[in-house]
């Protein structure tokens, strides 16, 4: 460890003994009157931590949780220079130390305190009601907001990456076509979407597959202009929309040949992980098959009750762990197929979604306020840096619904991959 300024040797005294054992990339810390310090002789700083205030220096030196120092960037009393997805190591080091049983306890209260909250606002958690809240706070921003960063599909999950050079658009399109090789979608087969946003999917396969797609979602704005696309496209006799729950579809919509939900069973919680499965189940045809893609905690890594995302980004939202959505699908009565982990390309698609969000903070400030692009830019690159420690993962998992033990699916999977 070093000075920068060997005048001030009790600031470079607090940093050497706050950040002793830390092992991540290099960095600086610069203070509110230009003061610097350096994580490491000589190596130039990955990123430069920039603390305000002398309360926040003091924040950080304390007890700092995950949530205030959330916070504090939000407020930019904290600003991050350089490689933004670098100080997340920073922040997992002053996390990981040991911190008072008051904290915890604090932290611990704050937590349940913005549940019951939320109870009293919108219900139980999970409930219709409360559910459709949730969906809405994050999703129900203008459309404008997403364009300029999510690229022309519009596609808010996952894409698949050919290599790590390939542009966002190419790999979402890449991605919407896996997930219909995946199910082997054809022309007039019934299609449903699960939680569909503003529509790619059900999009995609009516257009690109001819089939009959149903997409749904809880987020007005979502399916109000998911349905102006479908119209610009002139596919509105073999495709639309709707504002409908899960727990609603039965028995208006029937039953389908192929269902897909992409990034939306991280929004249902393991209390009502075996309930969305045999929904699903009796959505389904028998010969079936239905692909659901999802975040998926690793074991080791713990659900947090107060966490930034839960506070700011998704409220109750619940990741589960790769085991237990099978064990929820197979108890439902699906057959597992196929499991596949795309948590690579998770992080890929983050660090596109940040650049873009960096690339055009200005035209976004037009749309939403500085808080909620900031909020937005924090949680992104945070999870890009969770993807890539192995934190969590995306998982596609094929289940298919026999038919009096008749998969109906091909020995061989070479269709996924053939060249169109």
Known sequence: MRMRNPLSPERGKVLDA?????????????????????????????????????????????????????????CRNLEVEGDIFSVFAVAEHLLGRPRPWRARLVEKWAGAMAGAGRWLEHGPRHSLGRDRASIAYHYDQPVEFFEPWLGETLAYSCAYFGSPGDCLDQAQSRKLDLVCRKLRVQPGERFL???????????????????????????????EFGQSRIEARTLGDRCAIELRD?????????????????????????????????????????GGVFLNHGIARSPGSPAHNNSFIDRYVFPDGRLVTLTQVIEAAEAAGFEVRDVENLREHYELTLRRWVEGLRAHATALARYVSESTYRIWL???????AAFHRGDIAVYQVLLSRPDHG?????LLREDWYARS
């Not at 092992?23 to 203070?31: E, Y």
């Not at 028995?251 to 249902?268: C, I, R």
């Not at 008749?406 to 091909?410: E, I, T, V």
């Open 18 to 74: 706050l950040f002793e054992g830390y092992a991540g990339p290099t960095f600086s810390i610069r203070l509110w009157d230009g003061w610097e310090w350096n994580s490491t002789r000589g190596a130039p700083p990955a990123c430069t931590v920039i603390v305000e205030t002398p309360k926040t220096l003091a924040g950080l030196a304390a007890s700092p949780d995950e949530v205030t120092l959330g916070e504090a960037f939000l």
């Open 193 to 223: 979407d699960i939680g569909c946003g503003w529509g790619s999917l059900p999009l995609h396969a009516a257009g690109k597959h001819s089939a009959q797609a149903q997409g749904i979602t809880l987020s007005r704005r979502q399916a």
């Open 246 to 286: 899960y727990r609603e579809c039965e028995p208006w919509f029937g039953t389908f040949d192929k269902m897909a939900s992409v990034g939306m069973v991280e929004h249902v919680g393991l209390k009502n992980l075996s309930g969305y499965f045999r929904i699903a189940r009796r959505l389904l045809r028998p």
């Open 378 to 384: 924090l949680y992104m690159a945070g999870s890009a």
């Open 406 to 410: 008749a998969s109906r699916l091909p």
